[in-house]
């Protein structure tokens, strides 16, 4: 099997740093940590570039917090520099593993995706026998349940670069402190949601699981999504020992299916995947997700209508960094004033809170669109068309 040397090289180079600074601050320009990294970006990056090459960097501490939608689930996320490795790392080597990925492996990947993993599994249902059967598998708390071990083992079947290699093995065990726990045997195992490495990480230990349903079992309608897979077949006694199989294969992976989403069932029932009950001919919106939509909107409709909901930043306490020579251009009715200096950042930089943003239909709208984009990829007109007629109507 193919390896690959003389990739941390790459991870280093300044160019390599800047591009990932840019992915790293999407969506995250309001952030003051993210500000004062950009106010002196150059030196930043040049401080965190001889961190790497003098292999003294060290990741940052985890920030942890709990999302309930659409379940309960903690989640840790790196200071901004850490996340810049991040992605530094991943535009390095990320190719390098889809070589290796099948195609039917749809979570965190480009060209990928969730419409295009509905769009695969409604094709593989058009092209089986209609009196085919459904293996739908979930495995039980796996980010929490990945052997440090077996990934730094399987990282290695395709890395053979010493310096990237403890770098790697470094972020893997970078959260054994709050992410991770030890196993009877003493083995540290977990990985933190919330990591871009964690997403590649997940798929390089599942792929696993992809090849030996291909090309072990030959099976030719499986398709999985992060730790959610599907399997189709004309016998329903095939699929309870192909069930079996993968269970004893999870056993050497030390994973575990979930007990209550594990089950087999007829196709005709339609397919609860990707957020989507997909049939043969057509695949509705998931009544689960109608719901939190429901409750989320309500919500944001209650505040909106009360004129207390700003949808540019909810907490209007959120401090905003600017220098003193931008406030010449910023107009009256931004209404910003000074909070207080920040003795990290230069004098003449001061920390502002926004009072008052504008655009908050937009963003409503904004809101709803998205929505709309999602269900559009279902048979969902008259949905749609409820909705607005009972939410949106008369938002004006």
């Known amino acids: ?25 999407r969506g995250k320009c309001d952030s003051p940590e993210v500000l004062r990294f950009i106010y002196n970006l150059e030196n930043e990056l040049l401080k965190l570039q ?85 293996l739908k598998c979930d495995v039980s708390k796996y980010f929490p349940s990945v052997n440090h071990e077996i990934l730094k083992q399987l990282i290695r079947e395709k890395i053979a670069d010493k310096k990237l290699l403890q770098l790697l093995d470094k972020i893997i065990d970078s959260s054994e402190s709050e992410n991770s726990t030890s196993s009877d045997s003493g083995e540290q195992k977990g990985i933190p949601i919330g990591n871009l490495t964690s997403q590649l990480f ?50 050497s992976m030390r994973l575990t299916l979930h007990p209550k989403k594990a089950n087999i069932f007829p196709i005709t029932s339609g397919i609860d995947f990707l957020g989507y009950r997909i049939f043969n001919n057509y695949r509705l919106v998931r009544k689960s997700t109608v719901k939190r939509f429901l409750k989320n909107v309500k919500r944001k409709l209650k505040k ?6 700003n949808f540019d930043c909810e907490d209007s306490n959120t401090p905003v960094v600017l220098d003193t020579s931008e406030m010449q251009n910023i107009s009256e009715n931004q209404k910003l ?16 809170r926004h009072l008052q943003k504008p655009f908050v239909f937009d963003k409503l709208m904004e809101s709803f669109n998205s929505w709309e984009s999602y269900m559009s ?20």
């Not at 030719?220 to 004309?234: S, T």
């Open 1 to 25: 099997m193919k390896t690959y040397k003389n990739l941390f090289q790459k991870v280093c180079e300044f160019e390599n740093l800047y591009n990932a600074y840019l992915k790293a601050r």
């Open 337 to 352: 004033k000074p909070l207080n200096y920040d003795p990290t950042l230069k004098n003449e930089v001061l920390i502002y």
């Open 202 to 251: 997940a798929n390089i230990y599942l792929n696993k699981l992809d090849e030996y349903v291909k090309y072990e079992l030959k099976i030719k309608y499986y398709i999985r999504y992060m730790d959610d897979f599907i399997i189709l077949h004309e016998s329903k006694q095939e699929l309870h020992k192909i069930k079996e199989k993968v269970i004893l294969f999870f056993a």
């Open 304 to 309: 909106y209508d009360s004129g207390i909901i």
């Open 377 to 396: 990829y279902a048979n969902s007109y008259a949905l749609k068309k409820s909705l607005y007629e009972r939410y949106f109507k008369n938002v004006a």
């Open 50 to 134: 001889r961190k790497l090459k003098n292999q003294t960097y060290k990741t940052g501490k985890y920030r942890n917090f709990i999302i309930f939608e659409p379940k309960e689930r903690k989640i840790s996320a790196l200071p901004f520099r850490d996340r810049i490795v991040h992605h530094a790392i991943c535009s390095v080597i990320v190719s390098i593993f889809e070589k290796k990925f099948i195609y039917d492996s749809y979570a965190c990947r480009k060209g990928k995706g969730t419409h295009t993993g509905a769009d695969r599994i409604q094709k593989f249902i058009r092209e089986s026998n209609h009196n085919c059967y459904v």
